[in-house]
Every structure is written in C-alpha cells, then in structure tokens.
Nanobody, 137 residues
Framework: RVQLVESGGGSVQAGGTLRLSCALS????????LAWFRQAPGKEREGVAS???????AYADSVQGRFTISEDNAKTTLFLQMNSLKPEDTATYHC???????????????????????????????WGKGTAVTVSS
C-alpha cells in the first residue's frame, strides 16, 4: 500500500503561482506513474498531469504551458508548480499513484464518471485526500 499526503494549497489571485507537494510513503515501486488530478465543486474529476518512470510528463490541455510536474529522485515527493493561475483552476488537487508494468507509458490522465485512468487504461491505485486551491479574479 502507498500513502499520499498533499500540501501547499491556498488562495491566490489570478496570475499568481502556487507549488503543491505530495509526500509518498509505503511500498513504492520505481516503475510507478505519479499524477495529479483535481475536482472542482459540482464538477467531474479532471486529470492534470503525470510523470512516469522514464521522466516522461503529460499534461491536460487546460494546464499545458502553465503547470509543471516533477518528482524527487527517490520518488518520495511529487510536485506541481502552477503558474499563471486562472479562476477555473480552483479545485481540490489530489496526487495519485499508479503501479504500471514495465515499459508501459502513463500518458495523460483521463477521468470519466468519477474514475480516472492513464492513457494506457490503468486505474489509479492510491490517492491522497487533496489540498484546496482557490484562485480569485
């Protein structure tokens, strides 16, 4: 089992920046994919970004060029640098862990009917309780 705890959320004005962190512990595999998804009140979950074991990253179109996902070498901390924030970025952000077979890519995270999956159709194995981000106009 893997535990994930997010931090770094807060309230900012449009155009501002935030850096989210996610502390991971437990049985972490080097081949895992780590990701962020978000959920705004009354809205569907939305995949935000992912990073796989090769360091390949993928982003939702809505955040491409503004957000950057990264991790430390030990895969114990995941980050999401969020720049040029917009009011529509307001949501609770969750980090997630996907245990992928070797040589399988992660790709963009897609969410439908409350379930999020990788581009290669693997479901999220574990995720944290989230950290809230509010962007005011």
């Amino acid at each position: 089992r893997v535990q994930l705890v997010e931090s770094g959320g807060g309230s900012v004005q449009a155009g501002g920046t935030l850096r989210l962190s996610c502390a991971l512990s437990g049985n972490i595999h080097s081949g895992a994919c780590l990701a962020w998804f978000r959920q705004a009140p009354g809205k569907e979950r939305e995949g935000v970004a992912s990073i796989d074991s090769t360091g390949t990253t993928a982003y939702a179109d809505s955040v491409q060029g503004r957000f950057t996902i990264s991790e430390d070498n030990a895969k114990t901390t995941l980050f999401l640098q969020m720049n040029s924030l917009k009011p529509e970025d307001t949501a609770t952000y969750h980090c997630a862990y996907v245990n992928l077979p070797s040589r399988v890519e992660c790709g963009v995270i897609r969410c439908y009917d409350g379930y999020c999956r990788t581009a290669t159709n693997f479901g999220l194995d574990f995720w944290g309780k989230g950290t809230a981000v509010t962007v005011s106009s």
